[in-house]
């Protein structure tokens, strides 16, 4: 049994920076192949959450199956996979990538290589692909193909004397683009006649037909009624329906080698379908499995609380539904002395928190409240055992820790010369390290190493404000070192508000203490008592505003007579406040609670 080529498949992904036309182009690709009528058509077609379409990004990777006439008369089958350009959704790229052989480079002619270019690409480099370079926006007035191109091979070292320059908005050149992946990239190999062998993509929960699985078919055949088995779980599934989208699902009689295709098996749960899991017939199975993906890792967490304490129930279902269709997003439950029960969640950065928040409020009419978010610390303890820290209030004592590690990060950051100054300033006022600096034509690429924990506040949005949104920004976590963190613990009328203490570096706490504090005095509303606002580290206070009393005026009645009189009941009113101060409760504004976050310290 030896392995064939099948000819007249292509398995290919598209790679690019937000924003740069992917899914504009893969539009464009369904639109000519006919895949769709001009009535089925809508714009962003792979990107069916309303989110996506909001906000123009690509969350989920998608795939569709297309059949091209090419020029030479032979009928091509083409597997496209749509991935997100996001640094968050990277591990979308990476599950694509591996059912793939080619990639489509898409690059903004105007704009030209970014950082998640390189990011996205050096991934598809990773996995043997060959690499077609498309140049989209070609009829903008700003843009400059040959420039692009010279950039392509500077920058990532392949070959752009042949990119093919496209509109994907005008639908411009598409056949060149069709023409291209037919005989530039590689078809797939397999042996139809070995036992089958085939790579789970993803996996998502249809309230119909329970959990779709994407596969990719490496060796064999999948047919209907067959019992499969997951190398992975060792669970075995009869499979009551196999098929392709084009991009609506069909079914079909079977998948052979090279082909992407769905199976669905009466699966109750996503969590039972590990995405990188090997397939195989029960009956006759496969030697060895193949090389899985790492598993997924949270790097951001935070606890999100319902505003009224009656809706826990409501969100933890929620949270279950979107639990089977994003495996990468984790939760337990935790309880706050300031907002009640609620969960402490696992995200892979801040926009996907963003998301999942969003969804979560919208698809299921949830008001929420996010807590600040944290990265995972590891912290040694005196007795030799280490622990992760997600939540800042499960500090243990600071007496019982040796020490304390947070993550760090390689950030690779493209900006144009002008702006290079206020860029380095920021990575330094970070605690950041420069690695490297060279230049990319007129722009600039600096590699600093940055920790995690300066990151995930309000650094990209900081970025692209001082770039005036020209710099691009991704990173991947590389290791854990050692730092000088301390709790930083905020208190309102005397009493810890969890929700908002935070580990921050010693020498950077009191400026971070100050600002908290000056913003909570404004974002709460004044109460009829005093109320003190503190930013406290262990025992000792390092910040403090105080939120004035308003005043009622009790004098009012009052026409002429002693002086005495009026002195009598400001006195009263004094002792009353006091004695409110004592037992009053300070009310927080949950927009107090997001702006406080949100700070530019």
């Known amino acids: 049994m030896t392995a064939r080529t099948f000819d007249n498949i292509r398995n290919f992904s ?53 059949e091209y006439k090419a020029q030479d008369g032979k009928t091509y089958i083409l597997n496209l996979m749509d991935t997100p350009g996001h640094v968050d959704f990277a591990y979308e790229v990476s599950r694509s990538l591996a059912a793939c ?105 249809d309230a119909y037909l329970g959990v779709v699985v994407l596969v990719r078919i490496i060796d064999g055949t999948m047919k209907k009624g067959q019992t499969i088995k997951m190398m992975g779980t060792n669970a075995s599934y009869s499979l009551d329906r196999v098929g392709v989208f084009n991009p609506k699902m069909t079914e079909m009689a079977q998948l052979g080698p090279g082909e992407v295709g769905f199976f669905t098996a009466s699966i109750k749960e996503v969590a039972d379908t590990r995405v990188g899991d090997t397939i195989t017939d029960d009956r006759k199975p496969t030697a060895e499995a193949l090389p899985g993906f790492k598993p997924v890792q949270p790097v951001v967490f935070c606890g999100l609380f319902p505003v009224d304490a009656a809706e826990f129930e409501n969100l933890r279902a929620a949270m279950g539904k979107l639990r089977l269709n994003d495996a990468s997003f984790s939760y337990e439950m935790e309880t ?50 280490t622990i992760e820290l997600h939540n800042p209030a ?29 860029v380095l300033k920021l990575c330094q006022e970070r605690r950041g390290v420069q690695i490297d600096l060279n230049y990319v034509g007129k722009r600039a690429m600096v590699v ?20 005036k949104g020209y710099a691009s920004f991704d990173y ?23 929700a908002l203490s935070m580990l921050v570096h010693r020498d950077r706490a009191e400026g971070r203490g100050r600002a908290m504090c000056e913003k909570l005095k404004e974002l709460i509303p004044p109460h009829m008592f005093q109320i003190p606002v503190q ?63 949100k700070m530019d310290t």
């Open 448 to 467: 600093y190493d940055l920790p995690l924990n300066e990151v995930v506040f309000d650094f990209y949005d900081r970025l692209k404000s001082i770039s």
């Open 14 to 66: 598209i790679v690019a920076h937000i924003d740069h036309g992917k899914s504009t182009l893969a539009d464009r690709l369904i639109q000519t192949t006919g895949a769709l009528t001009a009535r089925e058509m809508t714009e962003q077609v792979l990107d069916n959450m309303d989110i996506e379409r909001e906000r123009g990004i690509t969350i989920k990777a998608q795939t569709v199956r297309l």
């Open 101 to 205: 052989e080619g990639s489509l480079l898409v690059v903004d002619a105007s704009q030209g290589v970014e950082a998640q270019t390189l990011a996205n690409v050096y991934q598809a480099i990773d996995a043997n692909h060959e690499i077609v370079p498309v140049l989209n926006k070609i009829d903008l007035p700003a843009a400059d193909p040959d420039r692009i191109k010279e950039q392509i091979e500077e920058v990532i070292g392949i070959d752009a004397s042949e990119a093919v320059p496209v509109s994907a908005k005008s639908g411009l050149n598409i056949e060149g683009v069709l023409e291209a992946i037919v005989t530039k990239l590689p078809p797939p190999k397999g042996d139809p006649d070995a036992p089958l062998k085939a790579l789970l993509v993803d996996s998502w929960y």
């Open 394 to 422: 499960d500090m243990p004592d600071v007496m019982k820790i040796e020490t304390i590690e947070e993550p760090w990060i390689r950030a690779t950051i493209l900006t144009p010369d002008d702006y290079l100054g206020s």
């Open 476 to 498: 991947h976590i590389s290791d854990y070192r050692e730092g000088d963190l301390v709790k930083m613990s905020v208190l309102v009328n005397a009493e810890p508000v969890d």
């Open 336 to 385: 706050s002395a300031a907002l009640g029960f609620g969960f402490r969640c696992g995200f892979l950065g801040l926009l996907h928190l963003e998301i999942i928040q969003e969804r979560l409020e919208r698809e299921f009419n949830l008001d929420l409240i996010s807590t600040a978010p944290s990265v995972v610390y590891h912290l040694k303890l005196r007795d030799g055992s």
């Open 535 to 597: 930013a406290a580290i262990g025992g000792k206070i390092i910040a403090r505003e105080t939120i004035r009393a308003l005043r009622k005026d009790v004098t009012a009645k009052c026409y002429g007579g002693d002086a005495s009189r009026k002195r009598k009941l400001l006195d009263k009113q004094k002792e009353g406040k006091k004695r409110m101060r004592q037992f009053g409760k300070v009310d927080i504004p949950q927009e107090a609670f997001i702006a406080a976050l």
